[in-house]
């Protein structure tokens, strides 16, 4: 079959049905598929629910023909061949990074890459940060190659000051069954000097952040424990371990694992397989390390950005400070939110070393972890009787900054100002707007 042949196929999962009118197909009995029958049998072409998806795959920088038929499969429950995944981007104009890096403007992609540097005023992001940055925000993926060119043209001297200073550690292999098998939780503080902590919980086996939030005390043990729960909410289940640091503010999220394991997994012996194990915090490895990266790429831009408002809050006045108790909590808990999905979707270096998946996203290894010898581990709960629990700690109040009245008098300025965005850029101009109608 020559090229131009393919123009000639019948609509895809659709078999050629021979003259009109006729009920009955015409069948080949000498071709490979004597029956006639698509084994596919996809969803049609016009789906927007699968258009949605495709353009996911593609925003999160996952191209691979092969990779987003089996995640379709995996997380969606839809059949299509690689092939019919290769006619559906193409309908959809998603083009890999070669095509998308000849076609676009130069101007265009210089300012792609420009506006994903002016975050980053520290320099701390490489080539492969930036790029899958721009590919979140835009969904244009340009080469690993454009994009470090750009960079030593624009920033030459932030490939100097990407040097590691963080004490070494020596490591050990991190050993986990699959997804779910142990979660590892900590506190970052590096933000509490502006008021701001952090707490997050982050999958052992695939390095899947599995939640980041931004809360006003992450010394709280009754806030804490309300997080852990609200993720085994989320998920529906618990895993089989639990690994925090030797904290007072994890006893709490020691107390339900012990009880919720015993009470819904009884099978598993507390005693031969503790539901909560305790370590120094350089030690708890899964979570430390993505901390280092955070702060790295994320959290020391945002101390820059919190220094350009002096001068324009005052931290003494109560009725300033309310408000920045609204605007910047719900500005860092955007900004998490977003790095956290970069983060899930960032391909990490392969390491055949490595016990752990490696050469691939945390999504793409979660999703897709029988392809990496990984047992999905994940104990089911009953949802009520964690969401039950969530209220009788304090529920939502515990990790709120301003009271649910003032978060909507707050809201409703905010919409009226017709902002379109809050970002690190605007978020001092947006506080001056809304201080004088508060």
Known sequence: MQRDDFDQLPDEGVPDSGEEGDTSAVVDTSAHNPTGKNQYNCLPKDNEHVKEILREYHRRAITNRNTISKLLAAEHGITMSPATVARRNKLLDLKGSSATTRSLPTTVKRQLVLDQLEKD??????????????????????????????????????????????????????????????????????????????WAIRDVWSGKWLGIWVVPNNRRKDAVAYLYLKLVHKY??????????????????????????EYFSPHLDINELPAHRFMKSVKNITIERGWLQLRLKWGDNVKVFWEAGRGTYNE??????????WIWPKLIQQELDTLMDRFNNHTVRFDKNKKLP??????????????YN?????????????????????????????????????????????????????????????????
Not at 155 to 179: A, N
Not at 240 to 261: H, K, M
Not at 316 to 325: G, I, T
Not at 358 to 371: C, D, F, I, K, R
Request: charged share 20%.
């Open 236 to 261: 529906g289940g618990m895993p089989i371990q639990t690994t925090t640091d030797c904290g007072s503010e994890t006893t709490e999220v020691y107390g339900f694992a012990n009880a919720l394991r």
């Open 121 to 198: 005023p520290l320099n701390r992001q490489g080539p492969r940060t930036v790029r899958e940055g721009i590919a979140t925000a835009t969904g244009q993926i340009l080469t690993r190659q454009y994009v470090t060119d750009e960079m030593r043209l624009h920033e030459p001297d932030g490939f100097g000051q990407r040097e590691p200073t963080s004490k070494k550690i020596y490591r050990t292999q991190l050993v986990s069954l699959g997804p779910h098998h142990e979660w590892s939780g900590d506190g970052h503080d590096k933000l509490s000097v502006i008021g701001f902590p952090i």
């Open 316 to 325: 003494m006045d109560a009725h300033q400070y309310e408000l920045v108790q």
């Open 374 to 438: 990984g047992q999905y581990c994940l104990q089911s709960v009953d949802r009520q009787i964690v969401a039950q629990l969530m209220e009788e700690i304090g529920g939502e109040d515990l990790i709120r900054f301003v009271s649910v009245e003032y978060a909507a008098h707050a809201q409703a300025i905010y919409n009226s100002l017709g902002f379109t965005s809050l970002t690190l850029h605007n978020v001092w101009a947006v506080f001056s707007s809304m201080l004088p109608l508060m």
């Open 358 to 371: 490696s050469g691939v996203s945390p999504n793409t290894a979660y999703a897709l972890h029988t392809e």
